[in-house]
């Protein structure tokens, strides 16, 4: 800041002591195209070195300074290598008019808001849209005094107020940023907004001094140039990798977000105002009148193509915006359900370690009276009858209790790479031999490639069995087809368990503690929910549903192993 500071002071003494001639414009016309160019260089830098909103951010400040620099080389071509002063109609003019545009469209990103880029290619067509606004709503008002017909006083008015406004929109922004806007990007704002007012005034006072005649160059009018550039190249060595602030409730400037679409808007509605100035109050000669129409109409052809591709953006980015906030509203259902079973499962087990333990002694009292009555030859008939009856409810109570037990104490087990296919296989044939399975069809669907799933073979083991003997109990009476299906669906391994039964009464229930799906007196309800309860110590998922064809499916999903941990693994063990 000090080596910038003190090129400023010198420039400005040899600018007052150095009467005009070559030497002068030389010096400052290089001074100028070296300063504006080390300005885009760092700022390019700055571009390269970070990411997101920021990169966007220097690019586009990059950009409006070489376009800065094209007009200062423009320039010193006709002053320093053609030794002729510069026409009126100056090409680099537009160039010059131009390059506000990505300045003002770098500090509308919001830069210092850190946010997904998922819609970033909307902000680059409105950025479009602004850049090609900006050129029709040259030509509307400068171009045909300058081209069309000539008029020399008209053009360098109409273009010296069109910069200004150019000018003041960019001043407008950083002063919501530069006031409103905590953190480090605070720093960059502000000095932005001090090199644009310096050159604003500068521009000013120049341009009023060339109409004047009174202007040449290295005289003290391109002073503040020398300290705007100066001060963008401070900008950028503040700015060397600088990242985006997170979002927080203390940065409430969220207007500046939003002026890009907004000037969209205004954009397209300034149109049809231009075409009504331009056919019924311009006072211009025909020719000019004429230009502007045909203006008006290329830029609402040109805009209306882009706000129509804008739109369908728009409309394809909110089905997607849709389609996600319906996947995570279904994932937080998933989610709460398992932890509301999480939590049943939780305080269910604290208590039936305790009372299963109280129940145990007496019901082994009770069944062994029981067993003593009715062995017993002295009992009558009601007698033994009542004996067996007691001895066959305490056996039940008893295989209650022990589920309790076995409930209550789940512990993780050892876990190993595991294979699904063979697990399935030897459940089948387990669940096959049961008298009630005989009349009842098994569809095995397992893939080739299945991969391995890391658990414990036991309870993975019992689980299905479990899953498989309530589907062959559902179809008990009537028969029908068990379908077991395994696939490897993304990262996890998807196994259904497809039945032709009489289907679920409460599928919402059933990994609920003591909700069985069998008839009264044969189920204890603990099979499932010890099931729901392995599956999630296995990282994995477990649902339940209605087929529409009439029974019941159930969905185990575990995550998968990939194929190198697989070897990896299989390596290790045999070292």
């Known amino acids: 800041m000090v080596v910038l500071g003190a090129l400023v002071v010198a420039d400005a003494a040899v600018s007052s002591a ?39 951010f220097w690019a586009l400040m990059a950009s409006g300074c070489a376009l800065w620099a094209v007009n200062q080389a423009l320039w010193a071509r006709y002053e320093v290598f053609l030794r002729r002063e510069v026409p009126d109609l100056f090409v680099g003019d537009v160039v010059l008019f131009l390059h506000i545009v ?52 008209l053009y360098n008015r109409r273009y010296d107020e069109l910069y200004l406004l150019e000018n003041l929109v960019l001043l407008g922004v950083l002063t919501v940023l530069a006031f409103q806007i905590q953190g480090a990007w605070r720093r960059i704002y502000r000095n932005l907004f001090i090199a644009a007012a310096i050159y604003t005034i500068g521009s000013l006072v120049a341009n009023a001094a060339i ?35 997170e979002e927080t409730e203390s940065t409430p400037a969220r207007a500046p977000a939003l002026l890009v679409p907004q000037l969209v808007r205004f954009a397209m509605l300034s149109l049809p105002i231009m075409g009504y100035w331009a056919m019924f109050l311009d006072h211009a000669a025909l020719p000019l009148r004429d230009f502007r129409l045909v203006v008006v109409l290329a830029a609402t052809f040109v805009l209306g193509i882009c706000i129509f591709f804008r739109q369908h953006l728009l409309d394809r980015e909110l089905v997607r915006l849709v389609e996600e906030s ?12 398992q932890l509301v079973q999480k939590e049943k499962l939780a305080s269910l087990g604290q208590l039936a370690a305790g009372v299963a333990h109280e129940i145990n002694n007496p019901l082994a009292a009770i069944l062994g009276y029981s067993e003593i009555m009715a062995s017993s030859g002295e009992s009558a008939g009601d007698q033994f009858t009542l004996a067996n009856k007691i001895s066959q409810q305490a056996r039940r109570t008893r295989d209650l209790v022990t589920g309790l037990l076995s409930f209550a104490q789940q512990a993780p087990g050892e876990k190993t790479l595991v294979d699904l296919g063979v697990l399935l296989r030897r459940a089948i044939q387990m669940s096959a031999l049961k008298p009630e399975a005989r009349n009842i069809r098994m569809e095995v669907k397992i893939a080739a490639d299945l991969p391995r799933v890391r658990g414990n073979t036991s309870q993975l083991f019992q689980g299905c069995v479990q899953i498989i003997g309530n589907a062959i109990d559902a179809m008990e009476e009537r028969g029908g087809l068990l379908s077991v299906s395994a696939s490897r669906q993304g990262d996890e391994v998807v196994v259904e368990f497809a039945d032709s039964g009489s289907g679920l009464r409460e ?55 990939s194929p190198a941990a697989t070897l990896a693994e299989a390596a290790t063990a045999k070292v």
Not at 20 to 39: C, E, K, N, Q, Y
Not at 122 to 149: E, K, R
Not at 550 to 557: D, I, K, T, Y
């Open 211 to 245: 109409n004047r005649n009174l202007y040449h160059t290295g005289s003290l009018y391109d002073v503040p140039f020398i300290a705007c550039m100066g001060w963008l190249i401070w900008v950028a060595l503040l700015g060397w990798g600088l990242k985006p602030d």
């Open 507 to 561: 599928p919402g229930r059933v990994f609920d503690p003591f909700y069985t799906t069998k008839a009264v007196g044969r189920g204890t309800g603990l099979g499932l929910s010890a099931t729901y309860g392995v599956v999630q110590d296995h990282d994995g998922h477990i649902e339940c549903r209605n087929r529409p064809e009439g029974g019941a499916v159930f969905v185990l999903r575990l995550p998968a192993v």
């Open 102 to 153: 990505p300045f003002i469209a770098a500090v509308a990103l919001s830069p210092h808001r850190r946010r997904e880029g998922k819609t970033f290619y909307l902000y680059t067509l409105n950025f479009l849209i602004l850049m090609a606004w900006w050129m029709f709503l040259y030509g509307f008002v400068v171009f045909p005094d300058q081209y069309v017909s000539f008029n020399l006083n």
């Open 326 to 337: 319906q996947d995570r509203l279904e994932k937080m259902e998933r989610l709460q359900n």
């Open 18 to 56: 150095v009467s005009a001639g070559r030497a002068l414009t030389v010096f400052t016309d290089l001074l100028l195209v070296l300063l504006i160019s080390a300005a885009s260089v760092l700022m390019a830098t700055n571009a390269f070195t970070t990411r997101g909103r920021a990169r966007a």
